[in-house]
């Protein structure tokens, strides 16, 4: 649309490029912050004080602070995902047995725990923040996501390959969902911490069941 | 401690009453509040503003918001609990095949998601509320917090009575968090909420993969 574009003020070079600065050092007190004491205390005003600007710049360079806690969120999705890969990138291209393919499943579950409890905030902060009520995520965002669910797909389906694409997509989310709980749940400081030595355990335990049973089923 | 008595003003029954109302009429207004628009929107000023009284007049019956918090998350976890009990109450008593108990621990996936569904917010406070760093949760809440795991128990032990009483609370505790899990990512607008008949059908599956999986299981 030519009119709306000659509306827009000239932005200069300068000024686009300090933009970009503000932009980079916004995200990293945010994620500092996050990291240090979690979302609930990100405020607008101690990020301004922390990279030295004024409170109203935030939003020259960001819409609103979901937006920037969308970005930091980002950087925490390719740090985790790349966490969790390990194992299953190691064995990419070869092929599995279903016992391969049910400690492949373990070894996800236990890299899970790992990034949750050597990353708490963060890791918090990707699943406790929500869009304000009206705001889709945006589909970028979503896009982020679909990666960690792939993780575990291929060991479903070695499992149990009468499975349709379909079928697996789904199953690989509810055990990823159900790992999910299990650490956030297990962290839980209001339902007593468990040892992380138990957390293991039970993960391992729990995701040789589900193993063993898509393993098993018919149809 | 007869010294310390003594130095406490005498509150006459009249304020007794007074505090009590005002602590009833709180209450009532914060269920409404977190059920309207969830945690994170609640406001001592608004609260205050709801029964009609001066905002400080709150910390005359309430330490501070989280208190209170914990007194809405309470009454949710009496109510969420009675709807989850259903079909174990019923099943009280008799004797459970292997099969009667995996059909339990899948009703009770049901309960769960259906409680989720029709109470989303009043469920998500109850597990997106945090205590303030240095602030322990009251016993009083973790005591309220354990029969949950509790129903899950009894059917669980029924698959493998090898278990120790250790091992089936451990194993309890992790199939509730992961049937939370499950509700939590399945019902999370970011990763596209699933329909229900979806998370109901994966419930099952998942369910009856870990109780086959439990029930095969040696030492």
Redesign the interface.
Known sequence: MPAAAARKPRVSEKTKERRQELRTALLSAAERAIAA??L?GLKARDLAAAVGCATGAIYNVFPDLDSLILEVNARTLAVFQAHLAGQSAANDGKRLTKQDATEQLVDLGLRYLDFATGNLMRWRAL?????P?GH??PSW??DL?RPLFGLVERAIRTLQPALSEKESM??S??????????V???L?????T?PVA?LKT??A??I???????A??RG
């Open positions: 004491d979690g609930s699943f406790d923040h929500r869009m009520a889709a995520v965002y979503t996501q789904l199953l989310r509810s055990l990823f969902s159900a790992v999910h709980g299990m956030g749940l297990g839980e400081e209001k339902l007593g468990l138990t039970q993960l335990i729990l040789r069941a589900f193993a063993a049973g898509i098993q089923r």
